[in-house]
Nanobody, 124 residues
Framework: QVRLVESGGGLVQAGGSLRLSCAAS????????MGWFRQAPGKEQEFVGT????????SYADSVKGRFTISRDNAKNTVYLQMNSLKPEDTAVYYC?????????????????WGQGTRVTVSS
């Protein structure tokens, strides 16, 4: 079982940037595709983006496409979410998750391991 720990959240002004990290324990990290999800106050969890186990394929929600970038370093057992041009509507708790679907998935039910989340607040 892989254990995931997110970091890098915080308070940022609109238009700013943050980079979230998700560190994974275990030797099987490189065999998992990874996803990022978020949950804003009073709203349902939503898909942000996903990256394949090789890192060659990524997919994003329309709301973040062109602003957010997912990458991974399998040697460091870490996946990243670079967030640029942040908007107040990006305010949420961000979660990383692991899935055995090699190309990743937009569906949260496909993920079997989750981090505890890191909070991102974007002020206007």
């Amino acid at each position: 079982q892989v254990r995931l720990v997110e970091s890098g959240g915080g308070l940022v002004q609109a238009g700013g940037s943050l980079r979230l990290s998700c560190a994974a324990s275990g030797r099987t990290f490189s065999s998992y595709a990874m996803g990022w999800f978020r949950q804003a106050p009073g709203k349902e969890q939503e898909f942000v983006g996903t990256i394949s186990w090789t890192g060659d394929s990524t997919s994003y929600a329309d709301s973040v496409k062109g602003r957010f970038t997912i990458s991974r370093d399998n040697a460091k057992n870490t996946v990243y979410l670079q967030m640029n041009s942040l908007k107040p509507e990006d305010t949420a708790v961000y979660y990383c998750a692991a899935t055995q679907y090699g190309l990743g998935s937009t569906n949260s039910y496909d993920y079997h391991a989750w981090g505890q989340g890191t909070r991102v607040t974007v002020s206007s």
